[in-house]
């Protein structure tokens, strides 16, 4: 790879703000999260891999998992300048090795555009668990619960 040097960590140490930029660069479907909103996603997601180009970071992928019946991966993305050299293949092996991962009974994911690369590495279309639920902001009920009980609490 033109004397590229690429290694690969799951040590969740992550450059929030080189995470950002891979995203605006590589992920039309994350091009708007912030830095403050990505730190959370990472916090609460085991594990987190990245692929490092020397300080350059070029790959990331992450997973949630109960560590034995269902996991989700997420958010694969490697920099455009390096695709097409199986680092993507390799980023989404290290997240199915893991610990977190490896003895689980079902991986799910969701993409919209790279069914085939995924079905290369063993994913398989699953059409019955295509259910969503667009959750509201969390502020939207809690003000709604404090209208409700300020409107029917007795006068002072």
Do not use: C
């Amino acid at each position: 790879m033109d004397g590229r040097h690429i290694r690969f960590s799951d040590q969740k140490i992550v450059d929030l703000l080189q995470l950002q930029a891979l995203f605006q660069t590589a992920a039309f479907w994350a091009m708007d999260r912030s830095a403050e909103d990505l730190a959370i996603a990472v916090a609460n997601s085991d594990p987190v891999v990245t692929a490092w180009d020397h300080d350059l970071m070029i790959g990331f992928a992450r997973a949630t998992s109960d560590g034995i019946y269902r996991a989700t991966v997420w958010d694969v993305v490697i920099h455009p300048n390096y695709q097409g050299a199986g680092l993507g293949r390799k980023l989404v092996e290290t997240v199915l090795s893991h610990p977190k991962m490896s003895r689980v009974e079902r991986i799910y994911l969701m993409t919209t555009h790279q069914q085939s690369f995924y079905q290369r590495i063993g994913f398989e279309p699953n059409e019955s668990t295509t259910m969503v639920l667009h959750n509201r902001p969390i502020d939207a009920p809690r003000a709604t619960l404090v209208a409700t009980q300020q409107a029917s609490a007795p006068p002072n």
